[in-house]
């Protein structure tokens, strides 16, 4: 059992909890320059910021030796790397395609109760997918559901039979989920007393729960270490209502540490009020989500915009940017948050093009969207859609396609022909047209 120091660090949002988080590793780094320090931090997102103020600070060295930065998944991967036993990893798509062909059999062979009707719908696989991450997240085995499940419902039972089908797959090909891999990497770091005592520092920061698995894993991790700083985020005074999911978080971190044995300490940062921040802001920074609250006027610090659709929205926001802009504002001081990247990712990058403004996107756009692989993915169903005319002359238009001899005029000739001869789609169709005009 380790004696080590483990430090909860509880602060509000934007009280100086990543820059506490960030003190302790430039100061174990300036200590120890060649001892290993593992970041843990929720996405890439975080870990770009996180380096780039390390970069930053005038006291710091420029050049960090051993500083590692993982999300909780590279995480898995890097520890089953340590206990000498990579796997090899299912990636989304494939393993949606093994869902799929698990529910076809399972309907086939008739062991579906209920669900046997929509067993081969994409929407299905999905959702089934998204259920058997969350048990896997809260280290719900396979066999244990199904002794729940037989006990259960009709759709218990199906849910089980499907969730235990699946595992029988992964272990049959020696496959591994993402979450499964966070499975092993647990069991390896509990049997594995000497898995993470190399660790001068361990810092996670910028989460605000952990799964169970997760949880386990950083309570173990904080064990070996021997230094730990886990931050997690506050509402003072609100603790029961938007508060809520924080303190269950807190709680959550000091039980798997008590039942680890592991000491720790808790250390508070209260938030000091921000004198940059206008009054407008800092009211609905303390009031939001809470009821009774009285209305008070935003002092022009809160604009609504309005917009039928994403695509408008969008231009609506980064019009409103370049007035800054031409203003005089920074770029570095506007940063611009959405909900939803899937619906406005593509509108923001579109309207950034149109206006020109120098916007760094976190999220490229998805390769299904590139022009290039779109008119790709075209011209390979070309044959599954039985030559459609105008697929057709789309394909051959295509400026991503250049075929030898077939220049424009011809492609306007076999249009040409193409609506003469009637041709509506069909291999032979285009044939006989040809056949004809010559």
């Not at 075929?403 to 306007?412: P, Y």
């Amino acid at each position: 059992m380790s004696t080590l120091s483990t430090e909860l660090l509880l602060a509000p949002v934007g009280a100086g909890k990543t820059a506490y988080a960030l003190e302790r590793l430039v100061e174990a780094v300036e200590q120890q320059p060649f001892a290993p320090v593992w970041v843990l931090l929720p996405g890439t997102r975080q870990e770009d910021a996180l380096r780039q103020r390390m970069v930053e600070r005038p006291d710091s060295r420029r050049v960090h030796f051993n500083v590692s930065f993982f999300s909780f998944y590279t995480l898995y991967f890097h520890l089953l790397d340590l206990a000498k036993n990579p796997q090899r990893e299912l990636d989304d798509t494939a393993r949606i395609r093994l869902l799929r062909v698990i529910l076809k059999d399972l309907k086939r062979s008739h062991q579906l109760e209920v669900y046997g009707s929509i067993a081969e719908t994409l929407g299905f696989a999905q959702i089934v997918s998204d259920l058997i991450y969350e048990l896997k997240q809260n280290i719900v085995n396979p066999d244990d559901f199904l002794k729940v499940a037989r006990n259960g419902s009709a759709k218990d039972r199906d849910l089980a039979r499907i969730y235990n089908a699946y595992q029988d797959s992964l272990r049959q090909h020696d496959l591994v989920d993402r979450e499964g891999e966070g499975w092993l990497a647990l069991q390896e770091v509990t049997d594995d007393p000497s898995i993470g005592t190399h660790v001068a520092l361990l810092v996670a920061d910028g989460f605000d729960h952990f799964n169970p698995l997760q949880a386990r894993l950083l309570g173990l991790l904080a064990m070996r270490a021997r230094q730990t700083v886990i931050t997690l985020p506050t509402i003072p005074g609100r603790e029961s209502t938007v508060g809520r999911r924080f303190v269950e978080a807190v709680n959550q971190m000091r039980g798997v540490l008590d039942d680890l044995r592991q000491p720790y300490s808790i250390k508070h940062i209260e938030a000091s009020p921000n004198q940059e921040r206008s009054a407008g802001l800092r009211y609905l920074a303390q009031h939001s989500f809470g009821a009774g609250a009285a209305p008070q006027p935003s002092e022009g610090c809160l604009t609504l915009l309005e917009a039928p659709d994403p695509t408008q929205e969008a231009g609506a926001l980064l019009r409103r940017v370049k007035r800054l802009l031409l203003t005089g504002a920074a770029p570095d001081d506007i940063v611009i948050a959405v909900r939803d990247w899937e619906r406005y990712g593509a509108a923001l990058a579109t309207a950034a093009r149109q206006y020109r403004l120098p916007i760094a996107l976190h999220y490229g756009e998805k390769l299904a969207n590139n022009p290039a692989i779109i008119a790709l993915l075209n011209l390979l169903e070309l044959s599954s859609k039985d030559f459609r005319r105008r697929d057709v002359l789309d394909a051959l238009r295509s400026p991503y396609f250049v075929i030898d001899g077939l220049t424009g005029e011809w492609v306007s000739k076999l249009e040409h022909v193409s609506q003469s001869q009637l041709v509506i789609s069909g291999r032979a169709s285009w044939l006989e047209a040809v056949e004809v005009a010559a």
